[in-house]
């Protein structure tokens, strides 16, 4: 199960980028999914996530009123909408599915900064490279 994250780029500080996040060969239609970003010589931090319906949210604060996150079920595809980006966004950004099936109604968000412990190196990809820089 490996997702891919799309639409990085380089971006003035005030500036916006949507990212996307699609699936090949499976359905996100009943995985919470996270976005996660990681800047040289930091750990990979996860920024947000969305329940398998879309019902909930979750943002870390330095992101929150900035970012929203969204997802298309029919399109198999999650987005992330960043807005004001700063100079502290850049990082590389990556998607991930909630390693645990979870009862319905139970939603893995809250769980969101535990997700990298379940994953491998392998499982990241290349994430999309966010440059927010004058």
């Known amino acids: 199960v490996q997702l891919q994250a799309s639409g990085g780029g380089l971006v003035q500080p005030g500036g916006s980028l949507r990212l996307s996040c699609a699936a090949s060969?499976?359905?996100?239609?009943?995985?919470?999914i996270g976005w996660f970003r990681q800047a040289p010589g930091k750990e990979r931090e996860g920024v947000s996530c969305?329940?398998?319906?879309?019902?909930?949210?979750y943002y870390v604060d330095s992101v929150k009123g900035r970012f929203t996150i969204s997802r298309d079920n029919a399109k198999n595809t999650v987005y992330l909408q960043m807005s004001s980006l700063k100079p502290e966004d850049t990082a590389v950004y990556y998607c991930?599915?909630?390693?645990?099936?979870?009862?319905?109604?139970?939603?893995?968000?809250?769980?969101?900064?535990?997700?990298?412990?379940?994953?491998?190196?392998?499982?990241w990809g290349l994430g999309t490279q966010v440059t927010v820089s004058s």
């Open positions: 991930a599915t909630d390693p645990i099936v979870r009862p319905t109604g139970v939603d893995g968000c809250e769980s969101l900064p535990s997700w990298p412990s379940y994953y491998g190196t392998d499982y």
């Open positions: 060969g499976f359905t996100l239609d009943y995985s919470a």
């Open positions: 969305i329940s398998p319906s879309g019902g909930s949210t």
